[in-house]
């Protein structure tokens, strides 16, 4: 069964200084993995995606998160936080690329940015 | 930008009454989602909806649970005789279908059960 592991609940950063958020997933199959962020009082945003293409995918807003398979693990990054990154990230799974397959989330990690 | 509405936003209800949380997905979508998230723990997948029947859902999708799509707009999750342990934010979510498992969530329910 697919699962994934976000390994810091809660992560603080100062505004310009890079982001890692951390994910490792496990799965039988080759998945599709996700980031999504919720904004408070917000829906959940997709931020990026992974589907077996390239290993380095860019999502909005400056985000990217890289594949690495003998790690199994999808980690999210930014080069320079702002203060509006501040928020609470999830990391998805999901072991099929197909509509109606139920997404597998990470407990999720709140992300703050202070100035 | 198109988006998934869910009303309320807050409900409150006594412990052994029905509940319907109500979602109008993405007009163009074709696929239905219910997720819920119990403070403090993950997201879980609820049940997927598509062409007026269910096509997939999990184990906590049991007899109290049941989904509806009532006419072309609306996508409804009814719980029938609400337990304390009910008590979680609700989000519904839609895709468009085909190969490409993007989910649009809204913003959720909070469901209260007192």
């Known amino acids: 069964a697919q699962s994934v592991t976000q390994l810091d609940s809660h992560v603080s950063v100062s505004e310009g200084t890079p982001v890692l958020l951390r994910c490792n997933y496990s799965?039988?199959?080759?998945?599709?993995l996700f980031w999504y962020v919720q904004h408070p009082n917000k829906g959940l945003q997709l931020l990026l995606k992974?589907?077996?293409?390239?290993?380095l995918v860019k999502g909005i807003n400056g985000f990217e998160a890289e594949f690495k398979k003998s790690e199994t693990s999808f980690h999210l990054t930014k080069p320079s936080a702002h203060m509006s990154d501040a928020a609470e990230y999830f990391c998805?799974?999901?072991?099929?690329?197909?509509?109606?397959?139920?997404?597998?989330f990470g407990k999720g990690t709140t992300l703050s940015v202070s100035s | 930008e198109p988006e998934v509405t869910q009303t309320p936003s807050h409900q409150v209800t006594q412990m052994g009454q029905e509940v319907i949380l109500r979602c109008v997905p993405i007009?163009?979508?074709?696929?239905f989602y219910w997720y819920r998230q119990i403070l403090g723990q993950k997201v879980e997948f609820l049940v997927s909806?598509?062409?007026?029947?269910?096509?997939?859902k999990s184990e906590i999708f049991d007899d109290q649970f049941s989904v509806e799509r009532p006419d072309g707009s609306n996508f409804t999750l009814k719980i029938r005789s609400t337990k304390l342990e009910d008590s979680a934010m609700y989000f519904c979510?839609?895709?468009?279908?085909?190969?490409?498992?993007?989910?649009?969530f809204g913003a959720g329910t909070r469901l209260s059960v007192l």
């Open positions: 979510a839609s895709s468009a279908g085909g190969a490409k498992n993007i989910q649009y």
């Open positions: 799965s039988s199959y080759s998945p599709s």
């Open positions: 992974y589907t077996s293409a390239a290993t």
């Open positions: 998805v799974v999901s072991d099929q690329d197909q509509a109606g397959t139920a997404l597998i």
């Open positions: 007009s163009n979508h074709l696929y």
């Open positions: 909806f598509y062409n007026n029947e269910i096509s997939e």
